[in-house]
């Protein structure tokens, strides 16, 4: 009798344990694809509404497949930006005068 008591309560336990298992997996899934989809980036360009380019070069040195100074920073056409987000993210944010702007969350 004890036995068949103590059976119930682990299986009772091992079962409550597999729901919450599932409910966390499913919450991870969900975190991890709304993650993917705000880091993709739809749009980069320059923005000298407040700042204009120096032209240092500085991020065409951080990021050339993307960026380039021939004079002011110009973005190059037909790349897919998610191929270098990290890239452009750091060369935004190393950008002297803040003029390197980026859309990544579709808001365009
Ligand atoms: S890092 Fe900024 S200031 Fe320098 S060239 Fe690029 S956009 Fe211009």
């Known amino acids: 009798m004890i036995k068949k008591?103590?059976?119930?309560?682990?299986?009772?336990?091992l079962y409550?344990?597999?729901?919450?298992?599932?409910?966390?997996?499913?919450?991870i899934y969900r975190l991890t694809t709304l993650k993917q989809e705000d880091m993709t980036i739809k749009s980069v360009w320059l923005d000298e509404s407040e700042e204009e380019c120096i032209c240092c070069g500085g991020c065409e040195a951080i990021c050339p497949?993307?960026?380039?100074?021939?004079?002011?920073?110009q973005v190059k056409r037909d790349v897919d930006y998610n191929l270098y987000e990290e890239g452009i993210k750091e060369?935004?944010?190393?950008?002297?005068?803040?003029?390197?702007?980026?859309?990544?969350?579709?808001?365009?």
């Open 65 to 73: 497949e993307v960026f380039q100074v021939p004079v002011k920073m």
């Open 5 to 13: 008591v103590d059976i119930k309560h682990i299986i009772e336990h």
């Open 91 to 108: 060369a935004a944010q190393d950008c002297p005068t803040g003029t390197i702007k980026y859309d990544c969350s579709g808001k365009s």
């Open 16 to 27: 409550k344990q597999f729901v919450l298992l599932i409910i966390d997996l499913i919450e």
